[in-house]
């Protein structure tokens, strides 16, 4: 299928309706995705971005409906990674005169994964090539979100293909924003910026501030992945400034895991309390909850409470991940706390408050812990801990 989104730009990508994990299985694609690949039909020719290696014969048999490919004159490389890139090979073997342009870190990182003798061209932020009538300008992007990524514009059609910014994991039938379910794609969004995007959020704000002093008119902005943006293209712009300060909804997430269902009553009680103050909460058994779904409700909420029985003197393994991933996404503007349960010794409590901290979050309060089930009075406490914390997180703001 092919999708023109201005007299002679194409949409030659790939829509991906059965991948639900993406990112070595790091990360869940609920709904899908798409591999968005650009064809510009000018004096000269030239294609934006590939496909995933596996889907390359797609990506090459939607070009030739539209030309014969051998007349490609320039391949853009706005990133190495795989999902954008994986239809290099395969492309160059049919063009292996053609240009392949990368930013000066894409010049390490492309021939990296492919180890091709291709013809390189390095760019940075205001080189342009010609086309014809109209001319690609390029605009450095690094760790937005790897070191080599960069995007590129359209002149004349007004065209922003920026690689990963302002995508989504989202497959459908349709391509622009205008013909789809916007709340989908927004939760879609979301989730991408919150699981990917977040460390970099000074360094989003940074580059969002010199793309909008450019003052250049954008009528599109045509990402790798997902929907493409037509209908007012700068309200995910402006979203993504929403993201990147930080703001939150004043919510508190509980992550918990529980063995014998101990901490699960805490968390419980714990949410209880919250709710008394009139707190919005959520709460997630780590054991049976999406953990990319759950860091997105932690990247728009205030508050993070921590729970965890003990085990072997440490923390179950399935609680494991999302604490790393607290840690490594440097969340803005949260505040927590930590409870747990015990039989014999005890430890997880303050492991969970070590991790906290190492995730630069604010511990608001010291945490409790039970040994054995919570009786009623200790669930009473419990009730009466998440009241504190909701006083004390609302005080704090």
Sequence with gaps: MVVELKEGVYWVGVVDWNIKKFHGHEYSTHRGSTYNSYLIVDEKIALVDTVLGSYSNEMIENIKKIIDIEKIDYVIANHAETDHSGGLPALMKLIPDATVVVSEKGK???P???HGDWNFKVVTTGDTISLGKNSLVFVKAPMLHWPDSMMTYLTGKNILMPNDAFGQHFASSKRFNDEVDETEVYEEAIKYYANILTPFSNLVTKKLDEFVKLDIPVDIIAPSHGII???????????YYEWASGKNDGSVVIIYDTMWKGTEQMATAIGEGIG?????????????????DVLTEVFK?????????????????TIMPILEDLKGLRFKNKVGAAFASYGWSGESLKQLEDRLEGAKIEILQE???????PTKEELGACVEFGSDFAKKMKSSE
């Design 108 to 110: 390490e990182s492309i």
């Design 276 to 292: 008394n103050e009139g707190v919005k909460y959520k709460l997630f058994n780590m054991a049976v909850h999406d953990r990319n």
């Design 112 to 114: 990296g994964h492919y």
């Design 229 to 239: 943006w037509r209908k007012d293209p700068m309200q995910i712009v402006e979203k």
């Design 367 to 373: 945490g409790i812990k039970f040994k054995w089930q």
């Design 301 to 317: 909420a205030k508050g993070i409470l921590l729970g965890c029985p003990t085990m072997n003197n440490g923390l179950l393994p």
